[in-house]
């Protein structure tokens, strides 16, 4: 399994878009890339989930350049309630377990 | 859709005593599950991986006689602790995923485990 590397912490001002960046150099061909959000004393919730180039939903937007070494979500305008911990997942289709590194915790501030 | 719930949700036990915790997919049916096991200020970590009908596989370092999985159904799976120790207070949380291929894994709301 490919190994994620992403900022331990990071701060953002309401209203503001928070760019997480997870470094993944180590991806396979049939690896997909996946982000998960987890509030205290819950069970981490379904982002978005991508392969390649650019993927947008209601809530984000990830981005993956061509050589998928790396791959950025993109928070637009967040809120207080999007404190959090944002986990970088990479997994081989099929059924295949999560792994999950340390996350990103984001802190939003008023 | 794609619901996942545990229970209970807490449980306190005193040391000694084993303790079943339930993970049900509300709306589908999950040939696998996974058990995952998260302290406080940490990431999860992977326990196991349960398939219905056959015996759960354990990660390293885990204990398989002390972590009892039980997959008998395809929306039923229960984690029993058993003879659990105040070390084996943590946050457990199941997933299941709906079938094979790239699809998401939804997670429970988690399990809070006190052993006193």
């Known amino acids: 399994l490919a190994k994620t590397t992403q900022p331990i912490s990071m701060d953002s001002y309401e209203g503001q878009e928070v760019n997480i960046t997870c470094s993944h150099n180590?991806?396979?061909?049939?690896?997909?890339i996946t982000w998960y959000q987890q509030f205290p004393s819950q069970g981490p919730r379904f982002i978005i989930q991508?392969?390649?180039t650019k993927v947008t939903n209601e809530v984000a937007s990830l981005f993956i350049p061509a050589d998928r070494k790396s791959s950025t979500l993109s928070l637009p305008r967040v809120s207080l309630s999007d404190t959090a911990v944002y986990y970088c997942?990479?997994?081989?289709?099929?059924?295949?377990?999560?792994?999950f590194g340390k996350g990103t915790r984001l802190s939003v501030i008023a | 859709g794609a619901v996942v719930s545990q229970h209970p949700s807490w449980v306190i036990c005193k040391s000694g005593t084993s303790v079943k915790i339930e993970c049900r997919s509300l709306?589908?049916?999950?040939?696998?599950m996974f058990w995952y096991r998260q302290f406080p200020k940490q990431s999860l970590m992977l326990m196991a991986t349960?398939?219905?009908?056959?015996?759960?596989?354990?990660e390293q370092g885990v204990e398989k006689d002390k972590f009892l999985i039980n997959h008998a159904s395809l929306t039923l799976s229960t984690l029993t602790v058993t003879s659990a120790h105040p070390e084996d207070s943590s946050f457990y949380i199941c997933?299941?995923?709906?079938?094979?291929?790239?699809?998401?894994?939804?997670f429970g709301p988690g399990t809070r485990l006190t052993v006193t």
């Open positions: 180590n991806i396979a061909t049939n690896d997909y």
């Open positions: 991508g392969y390649k």
């Open positions: 997933s299941a995923r709906p079938g094979q291929g790239a699809d998401e894994q939804y």
């Open positions: 997942l990479v997994r081989p289709a099929g059924n295949t377990p999560l792994v």
């Open positions: 709306d589908f049916q999950a040939t696998t």
């Open positions: 349960s398939n219905e009908g056959s015996k759960a596989t354990y």
